[in-house]
């Protein structure tokens, strides 16, 4: 294997504790690892060698709440919505049949234009979800694609109870033969538990049988309206439960308390003129906060983690550093990746070779700069990929 020095970081953000922010640094990569890092007059010598002239180095992008298996347009429900229509879940069955309907190869092709899209803008670790079949045959389909293109898949066969069937009966369905029939293909079982989805006690049954069978837990709670969403998750141990857009005291307060992550998802909130979510109230209470895009057709028709990044800093008063972090270590935390050999959303000796280079002085010019294409350079797993 080769080694390559990144030389020249006038700011590097590691995310490592130890390690920290560092001014004139260095990384070293080998193979799909990140070997060395620190600062520039002491690093190692390398087989090859890029100054990247003073620019802002961080980890790439990990992006922990997609939904990319899908066909169609919505563009029609956005602009009805941009004057004056509310949003609802049961947009969701427009994609369903859009979906249903399309060959392998166009799903495949248009998962790969939009993982290629986001790579692009820098992020490196990416999850999606099924959640647009909602038969066996369909969820299926959906995670053996995903599973050949992605980072980590999500079941979501929980996503909409099919119009015209019985929501107790389709329960039973995803918490029987669908589960059995994606289980091989994901790690994770999300659910969509909120009025006009599914509720507690649904939701609770689809995510023990995914317990019961090995898959982690994440939550979509508390988007369209206060429910109980949070503390279902908490209560079942997920690893996450995304948008926390509409929490009342107590959700915070069970957040904080415990080890599930409460992923943002603001280009939603934008996109769907709900209000955007209690971040400073979360960070301040001592939760674990991830950003993440929620790229999808419907609700948040966006791959833009930087774009994230920047409506956190200037609308939600977190700082620079904490929506950094959140789009990078508190995505992997979301996904129980950020430890260990081959960690992401960290920089340092033994994770896996996920570099960031702006084209920027410093990470500030995120918000500073706002809307401006800032990604100067990527590697995802040490492979150069812009
Ligand atoms: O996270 N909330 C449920 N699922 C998606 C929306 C999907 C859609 O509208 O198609 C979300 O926002």
Known sequence: MTSTAITGIGELTTNDDELGDLTDAALVLDGDRIVWAGPAA????????IDVAGRAVLPGWVDSHTHLLFAGDRTAEFTARMNGEPYAAGGIAVTVD????AAD???????RRHVAEATAHGTTCLETKTGYGL?????????????????EVTFLGA??????????????????????????????CDVFCERGAFDAEQSRRVLRAAADRGLGLRVHGNQLGPGPGVRLAVELGAA???????????????????????????????????PLPPARELLDAGATVALASNCNPGSSYTSSMAFCVTTAVLQMRMT??????AATLGGARALRRDTGDGAVGVLRPGARADVHVL?????????????VPLTHAVWRAGTRTR
């Open 42 to 49: 002491a690093a190692p010598a390398a087989d090859h060698a």
């Open 98 to 101: 859009a979906t249903r309907a």
């Open 105 to 111: 190869d166009e799903l495949t092709a248009t998962l």
């Open 135 to 151: 038969t066996v045959a369909d969820e299926l389909r959906a995670a053996r694609i995903a599973a050949a293109e992605v980072d």
């Open 159 to 188: 996503h909409l109870v099919p119009p015209g069937q019985d929501a107790d009966d389709y329960v039973d369905l995803v918490s029987g033969d669908m589960l059995d029939a994606v289980a091989d293909h994901v790690g994770w």
């Open 240 to 274: 996450s439960v995304d948008h926390c857009t509409h929490l009342e005291p107590d959700d915070i307060a069970a957040l904080a308390g415990s080890g599930t992550v409460a992923t943002l998802l603001p280009a939603c909130d934008l996109s769907t003129r709900q």
């Open 320 to 325: 620079v550093p904490e929506a950094i972090r």
């Open 359 to 371: 084209d920027a002085p410093s990470t500030s010019w995120l918000a500073y700069r706002p809307g």
